[in-house]
């Protein structure tokens, strides 16, 4: 069987493809870092194009997770909206992002808008009500 096949046929669980892809050593790939991680001499195999589900499902674990505390915050506490975003970010994305990645994001934090204004972009009249 092709070392690809072995990835996702569609009868794994989610699980089992990442473990795949981790037993194969292609876990980290991106795509732009593999002749990084592989080396040159892979050009020309599946593997120098790759890009992993597994990365890609860690980054949505971690969206899930800034989601998650961010409605959680909007809906508990008073903290303004830009201070919701940023104690949801450091939480879910702070660990992951270099330090330029970090100070951007922070900057932009401090131009999110209001409570009220996030409330119309949801269509929603009440956060802590609607949400609760």
Known sequence: MHEKSKLWNGTETLQQMMLSEYQLGIWNL?????KKKLGKEAKGTWQYTYSSSCRAIQRMVWLMSFMAMLFDLLVNTDKTFAVCCGDSYKHAFGAHHPYVIQTASWAVIKWVG????????LGIKDLKVDLA
């Open 30 to 34: 991106n795509a732009k870092n593999n």
């Open 114 to 121: 209001s409570r009220e204004w996030m409330s119309t972009q």
